[in-house]
């Protein structure tokens, strides 16, 4: 389900260019570092497709594991992942306001 997230809290925001497979490309990611509740206050990434509300949240010891350093790695890895799910999204027809939301935001980025 999207999730949405007010960049104005973030104090440094980063903007990265991505090339996931799968998407009109080049991508801007938009990033930067907050606090995140739902992990029990730990620091944690906040990054969207520039253009987009949705936010996608990893903690920073997680993406500093997973990535080693190399965040377009990890960016366009999540991104060709999250497209896979868009993709069965669509196939289903967009079924739920929340699918229709992913809709709105991406349709104009994914190759299908």
Do not use: C
Not at 5 to 26: A, C, M, N, R, Y
Not at 42 to 55: D, E, N
Request: glycine fraction near 6%; charged fraction near 30%; aromatic fraction near 20%.
């Amino acid at each position: 389900m999207p999730y949405n997230f007010d960049f104005s809290q973030l104090t440094d925001i980063k903007t990265i260019e991505v090339h996931p497979k799968g998407w009109i490309t080049p991508l801007q990611v938009e990033y930067g570092i907050a606090e995140d509740i739902k992990t029990y206050g730990k620091l944690s990434y906040f990054w969207r497709v520039k253009g987009t509300q949705h936010t996608f949240v990893i903690p920073i010891v997680r993406l500093d594991f997973l990535s080693k350093g190399d965040y377009k790695k990890h960016f366009n890895e999540t991104l060709e992942s999250f497209r896979e799910d868009y993709i069965t999204w669509k196939k289903e027809g967009f079924q739920y306001e929340w699918a229709r939301d992913y809709e709105r935001q991406f349709s104009q980025f994914v190759v299908i």
